[in-house]
């Protein structure tokens, strides 16, 4: 069975520092992983879908990349903004249809 | 574009009554549609998927069900709530095969029982 973990479950930092977020699964026989933001008491909004032959993706002051061999995934945040502040999801895409999330890392950024 | 749409917004019900939660797309054909419900503390859980009309599959056991009349209509149900289906109820779509596609999620559902 497929397990998604996210470490830490918090971090606050400055606004400006530049912040790394982890994801680790324990199957490396996956087709993609997706990472998510959700702010809260909201849906969640797709950032970057890393496909399994993928090493890495980016947009705007995201980059997610993909080890699978070693089952990582980091999201990279440049310069980060308040904007940024809310939980950001990890999920694992293995079998046809289903998705497997980590419990999230929720960020804060302070002004 | 896409729009994904989800009612009511919020719900809160008694302990033994029903349920029914509505989930519409709007600008696709055929989507893979998904019901998943996130938990105070938990992951979300995968409920159930459904490839096409009349099509559902279940992912956990539960109390509850799911249909899907309309090509882009996904409806949650129960006959009986139960105080642990309290949580956070989200609809997801995607194009084609799922497999490799990106998932798109609608504004959710919170839903507490008493």
Redesign the interface.
Known sequence: KQEVTQIPAALSVPEGENLVLNCSFTDSAIYNLQWFRQDPGKGLTSLLLIQSSQREQTSGRLNASLDKSSGRSTLYIAASQPGDSATYLCAVGAGSYQLTFGKGTKLSVIP | SQTIH?WPATLVQPVGSPLSLECTVEGTSNP?L?WYRQAA????Q?LF?S?GIGQI?S?VPQNLSASRPQDRQFILSSKKLLLSDSGFY?C?WTYG????E???????T?LLVL
């Not at chain 2, 503390?41 to 979300?44: T, W």
């Not at chain 2, 095969?97 to 490799?100: E, F, K, L, Q, W």
């Not at chain 2, 990106?102 to 959710?108: A, I, L, R």
């Open positions: 989800q893979n998904y503390g938990r992951g979300l995968l998927y490839v599959s992912e989200l997801a095969s799922g497999a490799g990106t998932q798109y999620f609608g504004p959710g919170r």
